[in-house]
């Protein structure tokens, strides 16, 4: 999200307190009070549309596929995209759910645009970071399988402000993501509200290339960094002991070029954690950056790491604030009830 200052971390932080007991009780009366029981009705039907931009399917773009259909959808649609690349901007509202959009390959079927923070809108003003992406789903139970997304505007140097340039926002609820590959420099995926799931992805970026207050797990992931001077990976942007978001990383896999921090505070209450990860030797040294070194978010920032390993998994534990958990404090962090997965994943998808 934000530029990244060219600062080394000051490891003479306090270590993470747990929250006050107002705060756990506020949070446990609030979650009372929002508790509803309704009866789910999912959806009824199933429709499949072709898009190739040779003029063989149903549409020639993916935005007139997702315009095809009806608001308020009660059907699964499988939106079949063939083979090449859409330079389009694609937008699902969310009034629009049960979609999947089913590529023909991540390497083979692929969505791009290049809009930057700094560039306009329609209305004159300038987009800003949330509405740069190439692909923006607003709708719940959107499913995207072997398929590539890119924003394609050039790579800032670290302190140029307005070259945010997402590749992917997904604001919707209980998204999950297969074989799939996001491709940017300075904030490539958004992942932004709601509960995600992404196996045996590719993500590609160099500063905050996976920034938002999703709740979100990644498992079986590459994240490779392009950063030419100092890059991070996560910046996650929980506000809020009481919210439930953050960021889970399960058997993953960070390569590319460095110097890298590993996750950064966005939010005061920030939740990151690697399980079972191997880090190239790209990691700066303390690993893990505060953001705002004023806040004191380094006293209520949830980082931590389980058995991860590689050259550069010393320098993820650098910080006396990113906890080396144990077993029973990383469990719910590796399993798919983090994201409540049980209830609407199937048993072959995690």
Not at 100 to 128: C, N, Y
Not at 313 to 324: F, I, L, P, Y
Request: charge should be positive; include cysteine.
């Amino acid at each position: 999200m934000g530029d990244l200052p060219i600062l080394l971390l000051v490891t003479s932080c306090l270590f993470l307190l747990p929250p006050p007991q107002h705060l756990t009780s506020a949070c446990a009366l609030n979650s009372t009070r929002r508790h509803h029981y309704h009866h789910w009705v999912g959806p009824s039907g199933r429709r499949v549309v072709t898009v190739d931009g040779n003029g063989s399917g149903d549409f020639l773009s993916v935005q007139a596929a997702v315009d095809s259909i009806p608001e308020g959808n009660t059907q699964k649609v499988l939106v079949h995209i063939h083979a090449g690349v859409y330079i389009e901007k694609v937008v699902i509202p969310a009034t629009k759910s049960y979609i999947t959009f089913q590529g023909a390959g991540m390497e083979k079927t692929v969505i791009e645009w290049h809009d930057r923070a700094s560039d306009r809108g329609p209305d004159g003003q300038q987009l800003r970071t949330y509405h740069t992406a190439s692909v923006i789903v607003f709708a719940n139970y959107f499913t995207a399988r072997n398929i590539s997304f890119k924003n394609t505007a050039p790579a800032p140097l670290p302190g140029m402000e307005g070259w945010q340039a997402a590749a992917f926002r997904i604001s919707g609820d209980k998204a999950y993501f297969l074989g799939c590959g996001f491709y940017g420099a300075q904030d490539t995926l958004c992942d932004d509200a709601g509960r995600h799931y992404f196996k045996d992805c590719y993500i590609e970026g160099s500063i905050d290339f996976i920034f938002g207050n999703g709740r979100s797990m990644y498992k079986n992931c590459q994240l490779h960094s392009v950063a030419t001077r100092f890059g991070s990976i996560a910046a996650q942007d929980r506000k809020s002991p009481c919210e439930k978001t953050g960021f889970a990383f399960v058997n993953c896999t960070v390569t590319g070029t460095g110097p890298l921090y590993v996750g950064r505070a966005m939010g005061q209450y920030s939740r990151i954690v690697y399980s079972y990860t191997y880090f190239d030797n790209v990691v700066a040294p303390g690993g893990w950056d505060d953001w705002d070194h004023s806040a004191g978010k380094n006293r209520t920032a949830f980082f931590g790491v389980y058995k991860c390993w590689g050259p550069g998994a010393a320098a993820v534990r650098g910080v006396s604030w990113a906890r080396e958990l144990d077993y029973q404090t990383a469990r719910p962090f590796m399993a798919k009830s983090f994201v409540n997965g049980r209830h609407w994943l199937g048993p072959s998808d995690a």
